[in-house]
């Protein structure tokens, strides 16, 4: 089985920044996707991003392209997720999730492994 921990998230001002991190245990994640996920009060939970275990792989939602980068440090078996220039609509739980065997990376039910969430809240 695959643990993972998220941490990062806090209430920054429009404009700011912030790396969000997930760190795995269990067992070894080679193979494994990475994706984020983020859910805002009254809305579906939304794919953000994603990130292939050798890191040459790498897809966003449009919203935050351009704004938001995923990246992994498979040393440290944990994935980060920098997120700049923040908006009040990017507010939201952030979660990560993993899996190794995937038929929709975009797809939050085709995921086993999910941490807590962090939340993200950006005010105007």
């Known amino acids: 089985q695959v643990q993972l921990v998220e941490s990062g998230g806090g209430l920054v001002q429009a404009g700011g920044s912030l790396r969000l991190s997930c760190v795995a245990s269990?067992?070894?994640?080679?193979?494994?996707?990475m994706g984020w996920f983020r859910q805002a009060p009254g809305k579906e939970r939304e794919f953000v991003a994603a990130i292939d275990w050798s890191g040459s792989v790498r897809d966003y939602t449009d919203s935050v392209k351009g704004r938001f980068t995923i990246t992994r440090d498979n040393a440290k078996n944990s994935v980060y997720l920098q997120v700049n220039n923040l908006k009040p609509e990017d507010t939201a739980v952030y979660y990560c999730?993993?899996?190794?065997?995937?038929?929709?990376?975009?797809?939050?039910?085709?995921?086993?492994?999910w941490g807590q969430g962090t939340q993200v809240t950006v005010s105007s």
């Open positions: 999730a993993a899996d190794n065997r995937l038929r929709d990376y975009k797809a939050a039910h085709e995921y086993n492994y």
């Open positions: 269990g067992r070894s994640l080679v193979g494994y996707v």
